[in-house]
């Protein structure tokens, strides 16, 4: 079942180009964006290209592909932002916390007291 299809999904219409994004990187499975919230500069959201809506949905190499991408995203984020910590997160499902049904994974640069609840 696919409940949001491209041209429903908005980060389907991102992958499509449909709708502007801040890219700042993609492979074949992978497309890494900047979060329109921006919980802290350098927040970047890593989707995989294909529609699924959560982690029960993507495959293993969807989910190898959406790390390696986080770490790529990680390692830049260190030196452009000079993070202290840095923070990934994934959720899934209304109760998980998942705004967007598909599946994305945030990285946040963290700094001391910087305020950010996750
Ligand atoms: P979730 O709560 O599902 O883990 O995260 C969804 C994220 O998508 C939120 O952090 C929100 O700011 C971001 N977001 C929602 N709509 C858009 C959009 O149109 N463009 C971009 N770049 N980010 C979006
Ligand atoms: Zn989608």
């Known amino acids: 079942v696919d409940p949001s299809p491209a ?5 389907c ?35 995989t290209k294909r529609h699924a ?8 190499e969807e989910s190898a592909a959406v790390m390696q991408t986080a770490r790529k995203v990680a390692l830049a984020a260190k030196i452009a932002f000079e993070p202290a910590g840095l923070t990934l997160l994934q959720a899934n499902g209304v109760e998980g916390g998942q705004t967007v049904a598909h599946f994305h994974l945030h990285v946040v640069p963290r700094h001391a007291d910087d305020g950010v609840s996750f």
Not at 19 to 39: H, N, R, W
Request: proline content about 4%.
């Open 53 to 60: 809506a959560n982690i029960f949905e993507i495959t293993d």
């Open 7 to 11: 041209g429903v999904c908005i980060f």
């Open 13 to 47: 219409r991102i992958v499509q180009g449909e709708i502007p994004s801040a890219k700042v990187y993609e492979d074949a499975l992978t497309i890494a964006f900047m979060d329109l919230g921006q919980v802290n500069p350098g927040h970047v959201l890593v989707a």
